[in-house]
């Protein structure tokens, strides 16, 4: 960590996305413009074939590999839990009261109990809750009442019978997907800064009733007939980021080599909004676990109710709140003691001035 202070993540896809197996299955319509223009089913076909990054996105197998990990098992259990005791019930009250101070509530102290109020005005639940599915009671996709689990066997069977393109290219990618560290989101040894929307039902499983191949194969997108779905931003749901944070943050908790605090943003919360550093004297830094909710322009004003139709994945990047948010946190007072004649520090008044007369329009 010597030359990177933060780590922030937007929305990242840490464990995969539904909606990267449906393009795979199904083709994606998002990509016709009316009806006439941009990529038909034929079109997309070799896109899926060669297109690494559709096989980078897929639901990964992350969840098989830490489920008897102490920190997993507590938050499928906590998600389990918030299924089952409605917070704004009396036996949800008396139920989460004693969960909040028991030992079943060990590694996610940093998250904040459903009995606390994370948002107003939006259609989601104004519970602080983690809104996720488990991800191996609830595999990927089922096909005609089959189904087809994340881990690799699985996932490269249902692509190699269902998928919309030929497996040829398809198997070189899974391949080294497979091979790579990707799904065993291993610590980036930095400080963490996880931020990402729960407001929307994002699918976490497909179901078809017949052979989405029966369809492509006549040259027509198919959907899913019905989904399984979680919180997210349509794209990501919250497993992702919040399986990732769980895990570094429990790695930093047993103080394992490395291991740097983790902070969770969940943008449009009001629960502990504020400054992201826990060190604000000098050199501002983070130094442990927590949860924040960060300001957002997508987030309903007072009184008024939203769905949060623009709080979406895409948008998070230009969001004014979140924007304003990050400017804060790039204001830091950090200085780097390794390099302190390299880029702008090594440069004359005379080279930036210049530097700002050549570059104005990126300065």
Not at 49 to 71: A, G, N
Not at 110 to 117: D, G, Q, V
Request: hydrophobic share 35%; with cysteine; aromatic share 10%.
């Amino acid at each position: 960590d010597e030359k990177i202070a933060l780590l922030i993540s937007m929305a990242a896809p840490f464990t995969g996305s539904t909606k990267a197996l449906r393009s795979a299955l199904g083709g994606n319509p998002d990509f016709i413009h009316g009806s006439y223009f941009g990529l038909h089913i034929e079109g997309q076909r070799p896109m899926v074939e060669t297109h690494s990054v559709l096989v980078d996105l897929l639901p990964s197998f992350s969840f098989h590999l830490y489920e008897s990990e102490p920190w997993a098992r507590e938050l499928v259990r906590r998600a389990e839990y918030e299924k089952k005791y409605d917070p704004g019930s009396e036996e949800g009250k008396s139920f989460w009261s004693n969960y909040t101070n028991s030992e079943e509530n060990n590694h996610l102290k940093w998250f904040p109990s459903p009995t606390e109020k994370c948002f107003e005005g939006f259609g989601r639940s104004s519970s602080c809750m983690l809104l996720i599915n488990d991800m191996i009671k609830t595999p990927s996709a089922m096909i005609n009442t089959q189904m087809f689990s994340n881990e690799v066997r699985d996932m490269n069977a249902l692509l190699r019978i269902y998928s919309l393109g030929k497996m040829d290219v398809l198997d070189h990618y899974m391949k080294e997907r497979n091979e790579s560290r990707v799904p065993w989101l291993e610590n980036p040894g930095v400080p963490v800064a996880i931020a990402y929307y729960s407001h929307h039902n994002t699918a976490t499983q497909l179901i078809y009733d017949r052979d989405p191949k029966s369809v492509t194969d006549g040259g027509a997108f198919t959907s899913p007939d019905r989904e399984v779905v979680s919180g997210g931003d349509r794209v990501v749901p919250n497993s992702g980021p919040l399986f990732a944070a769980s895990k570094w943050a429990y790695e930093f908790d047993q103080k394992l080599p490395g291991a740097k605090p983790v902070k969770v943003l969940e943008v449009c919360s009001h629960h502990n909004e504020g400054s992201l550093y826990d060190q604000q004297d000098g050199r501002k830094t983070i130094q442990y676990n927590s949860y924040m909710g960060v300001p957002c322009s997508c987030r309903p004003a007072p009184g008024q109710h939203s769905d949060g139709e623009f709080c979406l994945h895409a948008t998070m990047v230009r969001d004014g709140g979140f924007l304003q948010f990050l400017g804060k946190v790039v204001d830091s007072n950090d200085k780097n003691p390794t390099f302190t004649n390299a880029g702008f520090a090594g440069m004359t008044n005379e080279q930036l001035n210049d530097l700002v007369w050549r570059c104005a329009h990126i300065l």
